[in-house]
């Protein structure tokens, strides 16, 4: 098989064309700053989820005082109407 005639006048959009130097820096840059913007983000919600869990804590510890006290008072009624 012979190639001996054949020219390889592709037209430019088959090309791989690269793109200006000043778009790779460009580009560059905006990734940087997306990947900033990322981790910021995270470590954000990392503050909020720890934020969330110790409201919870919170809330179970609240909500177990409530138990008690409810219990207190349903006994001291209890005691009350034994006592008419």
């Given at each position: 098989?012979?190639?001996?005639?054949?020219t390889?006048?592709?037209?430019?959009?088959?090309?791989?064309?690269?793109?200006?130097?000043?778009?790779?820096?460009?580009?560059?840059?905006?990734?940087?700053?997306?990947?900033?913007?990322?981790?910021?983000?995270?470590?954000?919600?990392?503050?909020?989820?720890?934020?969330?869990?110790?409201?919870?804590?919170?809330?179970?510890?609240?909500?177990?005082?409530?138990?008690?006290?409810?219990?207190?008072?349903?006994?001291?009624?209890?005691?009350?109407?034994?006592?008419?």
């Amino acid at each position: 098989m012979s190639f001996a005639g054949y020219t390889a006048d592709y037209p430019a959009t088959w090309g791989v064309t690269s793109p200006p130097a000043g778009d790779l820096v460009r580009d560059a840059l905006k990734k940087e700053q997306i990947l900033k913007d990322i981790a910021a983000s995270q470590e954000d919600l990392r503050t909020l989820l720890s934020r969330v869990k110790s409201v919870q804590k919170e809330v179970d510890k609240l909500s177990s005082g409530n138990e008690t006290l409810q219990m207190y008072i349903d006994n001291l009624t209890v005691q009350m109407a034994k006592r008419r």
